[in-house]
């Protein structure tokens, strides 16, 4: 009899009304396709940050499980919904006295148990704790609840994505990488079962540069001078995600699918 798999939407760093919006729409079409809908939700709010009323509109949309990274702590009247009430997570490597959460284990309609993980990374970033440490050790606090565990791994260099993802090969049925806004050519399965990408990508407004307004990128690197990153305004928005079908009783990875898809804003 073969096993059952358990279907998991990851969607990439939703930026802006872009993001939002092109999220809210695929959802409605699209959500009871999947056991599980996870996104990165840390420039949901004018492209950094999250805001409480923003939160509640991605929820609403069907997302069960909102993870983030180092621009969580932007729009500061976010942090008291870091608590237990609500499924949004931070980077579980911030020292412990941080506000909030970085892992939970989250029931499915059909009773199955599927651990979430947020780790941030160090090379190019702030110096929190070590992300391989902190990580493996919240695994194996979590493998005694369930096989099935997901890691955002919001990070900058490859290098390090890479290495936490063999790191983790095995232990973990996927890590997804965000925070860079650009997907990658990898999506694939690692030797011990784990199902990896180096960044999921974005969601949010195509063009442009990683969300933001492209003169305004532009003038920042040629002129040098500091500028607001206002969200880009664009006739299409892009869809960034990933779809991880797991072993429901193993907890291994079957299979991961990347997508980047186009969509003319209405």
Not at 108 to 134: E, Y
Not at 137 to 164: G, Y
Not at 212 to 224: C, H, L, R
């Amino acid at each position: 009899m073969q096993n059952k798999l358990v279907s998991v939407l990851f969607i990439g760093d939703i930026f802006g009304r872009p993001g939002r919006e092109v999220v809210r729409d695929f959802l409605s079409l699209n959500k009871e396709k999947f056991d599980i809908i996870i996104a990165n939700c840390e420039n949901a709010s004018s492209g950094k940050g999250l805001t409480p009323n923003n939160l509640e509109e991605l929820l609403s949309y069907g997302t069960d499980a909102l993870t983030s990274g180092n621009h969580i702590w932007s729009k500061k009247e976010i942090i008291p919904y870091l608590g237990e009430r609500y499924p949004l997570l931070r980077p579980i490597n911030y020292p412990k006295e941080a506000p909030g959460k970085g892992n939970a284990v989250f029931t499915t309609k059909k009773g199955v148990k599927i651990g979430l993980i947020n780790l941030q990374g160090r090379v190019f970033m702030q110096a929190i704790d070590c992300p391989f440490r902190v990580g493996f050790e919240e695994v194996e606090k979590m493998r005694q609840i369930t096989n099935i565990i997901i890691v955002d791994f919001h990070a900058e260099a490859t290098s390090e994505k890479c290495a936490l993802g063999y790191f983790l090969d095995g232990e973990i049925s996927a890590i997804l990488g965000t925070h860079t806004h650009v997907q990658t050519n990898d999506a694939r399965i690692l030797p011990r079962g784990t199902a990896f990408i180096t960044d999921v990508g974005m969601s949010g407004p195509y063009e442009s540069i990683i969300g933001v307004d492209v003169d305004t990128i532009i003038k920042t690197y040629t002129i040098g001078i500091p500028r607001k990153f206002d969200v880009a305004k664009s006739n299409k928005s892009q869809l960034d995600y990933v779809v991880i079908e797991i072993d429901e009783k193993s907890g291994k990875a079957f299979s991961i699918v990347s997508k980047h898809e186009l969509f003319e804003r209405r």
